[in-house]
């Protein structure tokens, strides 16, 4: 929705890894119809605002926080209890040493002493937490809402 609304083409690619469905909106009809209709404009607003929001939590997630602490975050984001969990990761460890912001040696360095420290059991795409308490303690979060 971004390019909808900025000049010029957008500046990334983007390649589907399952079967998706592809919206497409034409820049001009869409233009019209909120010509005609503002409440489009509203929702197309409240998008983008929620879309700065999380950019910029990010930016300060990578800013600020270790890639141990980012990567504690992330394990915690997917604990559905309120106590230890078992997650089973979504995406391959490569993604997920991009989504926070490091690579796969770091990733894998990281994974292996919070697992040294008996805070975690990582088996192949699956992560049991066995000390939910210190992994939110150092992350200065909750396990689960």
Same mark, same amino acid.
């Given at each position: 929705?971004?390019? @909808?609304?900025?000049?010029?083409?957008?500046? !990334?690619?983007?390649?589907?890894?399952? *079967?998706?469905?592809?919206?497409?909106?034409? $820049?001009?009809?869409?233009?019209?119809?909120?010509?005609?209709?503002?409440?489009? !404009?509203?929702?197309?607003?409240? @998008?983008? !605002?929620?879309?700065?929001?999380?950019?910029?939590?990010?930016?300060?997630?990578?800013?600020? $926080? *270790? /890639?141990?602490?980012?990567?504690?975050?992330?394990?915690?984001?997917?604990?559905?209890?309120?106590?230890?969990?078992?997650?089973?990761? $979504?995406?391959? =460890?490569?993604?997920?040493?991009? @989504?926070?912001? *490091?690579?796969?040696?770091?990733?894998?360095?990281?994974?292996?002493?919070?697992?040294?420290? =008996?805070?975690?059991? /990582? =088996?192949?795409?699956?992560?049991?937490?066995?000390?939910?308490? !210190? @992994?939110?303690?150092?992350?200065?979060?909750?396990?689960?809402?």
């Amino acid at each position: 929705e971004v390019i @909808l609304f900025a000049a010029g083409n957008y500046p !990334a690619f983007a390649e589907s890894v399952k *079967t998706s469905t592809v919206v497409q909106f034409q $820049k001009a009809r869409l233009l019209e119809a909120i010509d005609k209709k503002p409440s489009i !404009a509203r929702f197309f607003l409240q @998008l983008l !605002a929620e879309k700065c929001v999380t950019l910029s939590r990010r930016i300060e997630t990578l800013g600020l $926080k *270790t /890639v141990r602490q980012r990567l504690i975050h992330y394990i915690l984001s997917l604990c559905t209890s309120k106590g230890n969990c078992t997650i089973d990761l $979504k995406i391959k =460890k490569g993604e997920l040493a991009q @989504l926070i912001g *490091t690579v796969n040696e770091t990733l894998s360095r990281n994974l292996r002493q919070l697992q040294d420290e =008996k805070l975690i059991i /990582v =088996k192949g795409k699956r992560i049991q937490i066995l000390n939910c308490k !210190a @992994l939110r303690t150092e992350a200065g979060e909750q396990c689960a809402s």
